[in-house]
């Protein structure tokens, strides 16, 4: 690098630092301003010390402004068309007159490194649209930062003024559970098939749902959707009753011909009129931020506690002993504790 | 009290100190004798200090007796009649030729310090055969405490020789995915009526059954009964599959007539014959093992956190900042946080 490139380089630096700080953040996201958004949510993803305390600082600014959008996640296995009803549904929610945020969760990376949500850069007609503000969550290395990022984000976003707030999983792993706790109102998007509407998603997320889209309803597939939707509301109705009252829906949908994106947005509509009549909406809403301080603290004590050097060794040592029955459960977990305490 | 008032009350006092000697109780446990099982459970339900360090020994020696048994979880709201169905069960079992025992977890008592599982002592027809034994659990502070009061009760019980557990929870609380997390075999009783089989019932737990069993299937209720089993027949198969590829049994069930008693019986057995083919038999003991060891921990590390004295004043002040959106969650969070490590 020669002085010239040094010296552009350093003016580079410097302008994303400045851009990283969160009173000149504030007030673009405030206004609007995508670049501002996009840089807000990329400084509370930075891990650096820094950056921390000026999230921290924008976030505390951001709260007051927050709180008025509708939180919508949006589930369902890769090949299910989430991509594409996202962004069917996103256009018609921007026509509408609304503005609409899609931060998509990508469990994968966790793992692997990769990511199962690569197709992200598909939703090209959506991501074009002023109204509409399209992010994939960074990666982060445990399930906790990745939902209080994500949490974060949304502070953001309804700062920004948008209406709609999508979070989109993957509905393979644990993140739809965290998912479902941040959100207003949960979709699982399915296929219709022979006996594999439910391939590879997890137990337990369909009596999560507040709606069960069937996708992909055109052509040859509608009949087999029809089908399909009639045997899922039946089932429903066999599910305990919410506490809200609601009663989950059941739609068939198609993005390629449009089919049903405007119902899927009345039904978001009259589950909030609903919820929001009956006092669940902002109950939950409560509940929510009560879930998160407390396991905002789980999750911190427990990481404390394994990533404590004193364990690392003995950890996998003792899960031996416990798995093979040598000692029960709960010395293990004794002699693990003491070990922590210094006893 | 007079001196032989005295010393009789001290022999007595004696007496008990002795039985509950952990060498004395586990020779009496492993042959079989009720007195020393029922001892032993009361030592382990024991909170003083030396009854504790007895409890472990005992544990430890029964440990490498363990693990032989069937453990199967039974729910289901009050008045599904789930103390008539157990005790047919049970005497089914027993005249199979098997030992069983029934440790009934009672949630209510948590709170109120009352019982909805006073009508354990109707198991009259049970209670008095030889090879059944049946103990309500003592009410814990923490659903931690009766989970791990529970477990070693179970095992406790093998080391007994008792061939099939029953745990019996009432299917209204946290408890059933406790109860879920220690079992092989877990039963949902249902009733079956005009749309409110489920009432009560806790979402989730439907997803969690190996066995819907629709009781009071006898006179008028049979046909009701059956109509139901066939919609949650249908209903199950829209499930995401198991991993131990089991696929959930509706049954309808008469304790009255004794009907469908045997098939219960006969579908835990199959489905132990296939899960133990398959390997999830074992590897569910052992992914259950190893979630009690790391579940004793994280209760341990909240525990701790949630009865410091530094906290106890302002957990609350936080959570109404938090709940009122003054500050945000995970800022909450980090402020408990703070206060408890002394920074």
């Given at each position: 690098m020669n002085e010239e490139q040094l010296k552009k380089w350093k003016a580079k630096r410097q302008k994303r630092r400045d851009s990283f700080n969160s009173d000149g953040l504030l007030s673009g996201i405030l206004r609007g301003d995508l670049q501002a958004l996009s840089s807000g949510i990329t400084l509370l993803e930075s891990n650096k010390k820094e950056d921390k305390a000026e999230a921290q600082k924008l976030i505390n600014s951001c709260l007051k402004y927050s709180g008025k959008s509708i939180r919508v996640g949006v589930t369902g296995v890769p090949g299910v068309g989430k991509s594409t009803f996202i962004e069917s549904f996103g256009q018609f929610v921007v026509e509408k007159g609304f503005k609409i945020a899609v931060l998509a969760i990508d469990p994968s990376s966790e793992k692997s490194?990769?990511?199962?949500?690569?197709?992200?850069?598909?939703?090209n007609q959506l991501s074009v649209l002023e109204n509409a503000f399209i992010r994939p969550s960074a990666a982060g290395k445990s399930l906790g930062g990745v939902a209080r990022k994500t949490r974060e984000s949304i502070i953001l976003c309804e700062a920004a003024g948008y209406d709609f707030i999508l979070i989109e999983t993957v509905?393979?792993?644990?993140s739809e559970t965290m998912v479902n706790s941040m959100v207003d109102f949960f979709m699982l998007l399915m296929l219709a098939g022979a006996g594999d509407e439910l391939q590879g998603i997890k137990r337990g997320i369909m009596e999560m749902a507040d709606a069960l889209i069937i996708t992909?309803?055109?052509?040859?597939?509608l009949i087999k959707a029809r089908r399909a939707k009639k045997e899922y509301e039946n089932a429903i109705h066999l599910f305990p009753p919410n506490e809200n009252e609601w009663i989950p829906k059941t739609l068939v949908a198609s993005a390629l011909e449009n089919y049903n994106i405007e119902k899927t947005f009345e039904t978001i509509q009259s589950f909030v009129n609903q919820t929001k009549v009956n006092g669940s909406f902002t109950n939950n809403r409560k509940q929510q931020d009560k879930y998160w301080l407390h396991e905002t603290i789980a999750d911190t004590l427990m990481t404390n506690f394994y990533s404590s050097e004193r364990l690392v060794e003995v950890i996998a040592e003792v899960e031996q002993d416990v798995i093979s029955g040598k000692i029960s459960s709960f010395e293990g977990a004794e002699k693990l504790m003491k070990i922590y305490n210094h006893e």
């Open positions: 490194g990769g990511s199962i949500l690569g197709d992200k850069t598909r939703m509905g393979v792993g644990q992909k309803a055109d052509g040859d597939n």
